[in-house]
């Protein structure tokens, strides 16, 4: 009999899983174990291998696992986690640059009344959290700092934070960059009470407020995915 040990990295626990290398049929139960108790198990006789897929990159913050990277292009997180990522428009798959001049080229045309999950710019198994996640990691609490010379907020408390860098954003009517290293949002999947809005994190530098509010859908901020 073969015994393996794994760690996933954001939920921490131990899976034991006993399997037989000659014969699937002696495969008698996988159970997940923390602290040395149970929490899971399951007759698994009737397979013929088991794959455990860590969770990487993540961060558990009440009871939403948080990457801890911005979006970049379309389908793929910034290097790293001071990286500022690229900004999108409520409900579009356009990525825009978070520097430089693209007011010629912004897109003023609004967009979809109703999420749509294939504008989505999240990671294969990654989403856009919805208002109600994002408040959960507001009232998970918050402190203004500084890393380098990037300016942004943690949120979280001990060693489950997350770092969201204040990347400003893009004005809706023309995309001109406004409040970089001052103002921080991040996008949910939640449209407003109105066609044209859309709620957001936002949050300021030092002793400002940090709140869910509905802002314009055609500005561009940056998106904080949760798993799925």
Not at 42 to 50: A, V
Request: charged share 20%.
């Amino acid at each position: 009999m073969n015994t393996s040990f794994l760690k996933a990295a954001a939920i921490i626990f131990v899976a034991l899983i006993t399997i037989s290398t000659s014969n699937a049929q002696e495969v008698q139960e996988l159970r997940v174990m923390r602290g040395g108790s149970v929490v899971f198990s399951r007759d698994i006789t009737d397979i013929d291998s088991i794959i455990v897929v860590p969770i990487v990159d993540g961060v558990l913050i009440n009871g939403v696992i948080w990457s801890t990277r911005n979006v970049d292009a379309f389908g793929s997180f910034a290097a790293n986690h001071t990286d500022a990522g690229m900004f999108y428009q409520w409900n579009k798959p356009k990525a825009w640059p978070v520097t430089g001049d693209v007011s010629t080229e912004w897109d003023k045309n609004p967009p979809e009344a109703t999420w749509n999950p294939a504008n989505d710019p999240c990671p294969n198994g990654w989403r856009v959290p919805t208002r109600t996640e994002l408040q959960s990691l507001i009232d998970a609490g918050s402190t203004w700092t500084t890393i380098g010379d990037v300016n942004g907020r943690f949120f979280g408390s001990g060693t489950n934070t997350i770092f969201l860098p204040a990347v400003g954003y893009r004005l809706w009517h023309n995309g001109v960059l406004s409040d970089a290293g001052v103002y921080g949002y991040y996008w949910s999947s939640t449209e407003g009470s109105t066609d044209e809005n859309a709620y957001c994190l936002e949050f300021y530098d030092y002793n400002y407020s940090v709140r869910m509010d509905a802002q314009a859908e055609l500005a561009g901020r940056c998106v904080r995915c949760v798993k799925k």
